[in-house]
C-alpha cells in the first residue's frame, strides 16, 4: 500500500520533513472544502489537521485506507475519536508539546489579573495615573485550585511552584497526584478553599458548560477565574451573571464558546450582549487562543506527531 499523508491544515515543516524522510508520501492540500477532500480521501493512509473542519463519520466512511488522524494539538473534540477507533483508525494528538506554553500563558493571566496590569496600562497610555485604584494581590498564601490535573494543568502547577500559593488539584479520572506542588482535592474541598479557580479539562460532553451559576455558587469565597481549555468549558452568561454579583471577582479567558471550529471567534458585530459585556469590563482579560501558540510549541507539536508516527508505521 501506497502510505500518502493528506495534510489539511499547514504545520511546522518539520513535520513534513520528517515524514517525508520516513518514506511517507506527502500531500499538502490546505484550500479544499470538507465535501473535496471526501471525495479523494478513499486513497490516504493517514491524514494530519489542526481544526479546519470536523472529522465526523461520514468522513471517516469515506476513508476506506485510513490508519490513522494526527491532530497538532490537544483537543480531540473535532474528530469522532470512537468511531474511527471502531474502524481500525488510529487518533493521535501531541498535547506534550503545548504544554509548557499554556501553563506559562496561565500563569501569566494570573499575574495580570493579580496586579491589574491591563487595566493600568491602559489607563497610563490615556494620561491617566492612578495607583490606589490599581492596587492588586500577592499570589502568596493564596489558594488556587487547577481543574484537570492533565498535560496543561500539571504545567500550570509547576510554574506556581515558586510562589508560594496554595496549589490544589481536583480531576475527576486521576488519583495519587500529590507532590511537593500540588496537593490533590476532592470537588468539596474546591468549593471550601479555592481563591483562583483554573480550568485545564478537555471539551466534551461531560464538560459542556463546566462552569455555570449553579456550579460556581458551591464555592464558599468569591473568585477569579482562569480558562485556557476549550471556550465552551465556560457558559458566558453565567460568568457575566457571577461578574455582575461579584461572585466571580476577574476573570482572564484564552477561549471562548463562540469560537467555531477553526477556533476563530465571533465577528464583532454578531457578538452576544454577554460577549459585549466582557469586551468592556476592566477586571476581565480576554486573549484570542494563544495560550499554546508560541514558537516554540509550533515546533514541538509537529516533531511529537511526526515521532508518534513514526512509531507507529514505520517500525
Known amino acids: 500500500m501506497i502510505r500518502k499523508i493528506l495534510f489539511i491544515d499547514s504545520t511546522h515543516p518539520l513535520l513534513v ?54 491532530r497538532v494539538g490537544a483537543g480531540m473534540e473535532s474528530i469522532d475519536v470512537d468511531y474511527a477507533k471502531s474502524k481500525g483508525i488510529a487518533c493521535i494528538s501531541s498535547p506534550e508539546g503545548n504544554r509548557n506554553a499554556v501553563g506559562e500563558h496561565a500563569l501569566g493571566l494570573l499575574l495580570a489579573l493579580s496586579n491589574n496590569i491591563v487595566k493600568a496600562n491602559s489607563e497610563v497610555k490615556a494620561g491617566v495615573w492612578s495607583r490606589e485604584a490599581n492596587r492588586g494581590f500577592e499570589l502568596e498564601g493564596k489558594t488556587i485550585a487547577i481543574i484537570g490535573y492533565g498535560n496543561t494543568g500539571s504545567a500550570f502547577a509547576q510554574k506556581l511552584s515558586g510562589f508560594h500559593a496554595n496549589v490544589i488539584a481536583y480531576d475527576k479520572y486521576k488519583t495519587g497526584f500529590s507532590s511537593d506542588i500540588v496537593t490533590e482535592v476532592t470537588e468539596e474541598k474546591l468549593f471550601e478553599l479555592a481563591d483562583v479557580v483554573s480550568f485545564h479539562v478537555p471539551y466534551n460532553q461531560e464538560t459542556h458548560y463546566y462552569f455555570n451559576t449553579n456550579y460556581i455558587n458551591k464555592y464558599i469565597k468569591s473568585l477569579y477565574l482562569l480558562n485556557t481549555s476549550r471556550g465552551k468549558v465556560v457558559c458566558i452568561e453565567d460568568l457575566v451573571t457571577c461578574l455582575r454579583t461579584k461572585k466571580i471577582v476577574g476573570a482572564a479567558l484564552d477561549v471562548l464558546e463562540y469560537e467555531d471550529t477553526s477556533l476563530n471567534n465571533a465577528p464583532k458585530e454578531l457578538w452576544s450582549e454577554g460577549m459585549n459585556f466582557l469586551s468592556q469590563a476592566p477586571n476581565v482579560i480576554l486573549t484570542p487562543h494563544i495560550a499554546g501558540w508560541t514558537n516554540e510549541s509550533n515546533v514541538k507539536l509537529s516533531t511529537i506527531i511526526a515521532d508518534k508516527v513514526i512509531y507507529l508505521f514505520n517500525k
Open 17 to 70: 520533513q520528517k515524514l517525508k524522510d520516513a518514506g511517507f508520501i506527502v500531500e499538502l492540500d490546505y484550500e479544499s472544502s470538507k465535501e473535496e477532500v471526501i471525495a479523494k480521501i478513499s486513497s490516504f493512509f493517514g491524514v494530519i489537521i489542526r481544526s479546519r473542519f470536523t472529522i465526523d463519520k461520514t468522513f471517516i466512511d469515506h476513508a476506506s485506507q485510513l490508519k490513522f488522524i494526527g
